[in-house]
């Protein structure tokens, strides 16, 4: 029996269940044997979210995502995909937003996002960036316009001054805030 396997069996519609009350359930989805190899976690992400597309209905344009994923460790998802599994990464994450899924992708390093992934993405959360090294400036720099801009502030300076617990967040339909 390899380490990936077990007696648990994944099934995607668990994952619209809903608590007597109506309310949507919380699950968490612990990859720490599986991210070990980058190839199979990305492959088993793609495979999650491919399911998902074909079992969910079509939504159109929500206010509010009927389901959210947040994926840490974000490099390990892109840093070792072959060309092909990323360009299908690339399709998947830009389909499951008509049905109502959104995604976020948890990482230190703006640049772990690839730049095809970047534009597909609704909604982006950044904390405070230090930047001391020409490459991290760089950085800092496409992590401020990956933002629509603001005329009240500048987003690259923000980004230096937010404090502990504070980030910048942006909507591609109604702007972003502090």
Not at 11 to 26: K, M, T
Not at 35 to 59: D, G, H, V
Not at 71 to 83: K, Y
Request: aromatic fraction near 12%.
């Amino acid at each position: 029996m390899s380490e990936y396997s077990s007696d648990f069996r994944l099934n995607i519609s668990d994952w619209l269940c809903r608590d007597c009350d109506g309310r949507c359930v919380i699950l968490i989805l612990d990859c720490q044997k599986l991210i070990r190899n980058p190839t199979m976690y990305a492959t088993f992400l793609l495979w999650m979210m491919s399911e998902l597309f074909e079992s969910l209905p079509e939504a159109g344009g929500l206010d509010k995502p009927k389901m959210i994923f947040f994926f840490d460790e974000t490099h390990l998802l892109f840093d070792h995909a072959s060309d092909a599994l990323f360009d299908k990464i690339e399709q998947v994450i830009k389909l499951i937003r008509s049905k109502g899924v959104g995604i976020y992708f948890i990482t230190q390093n703006p640049q772990n996002i690839p730049d095809g992934v970047l534009s597909q993405l609704d909604n982006k959360i950044q904390h405070a960036l230090h930047a001391y090294t020409p490459k991290e400036q760089k950085a800092a720099k496409t992590a401020a316009m990956s933002f629509r801009g603001n005329p009240a502030f500048d987003t690259y300076e923000s980004l230096f001054q937010l404090g502990i617990g504070e980030a910048l967040c942006g909507d591609d339909r109604s702007g972003f805030g502090l």
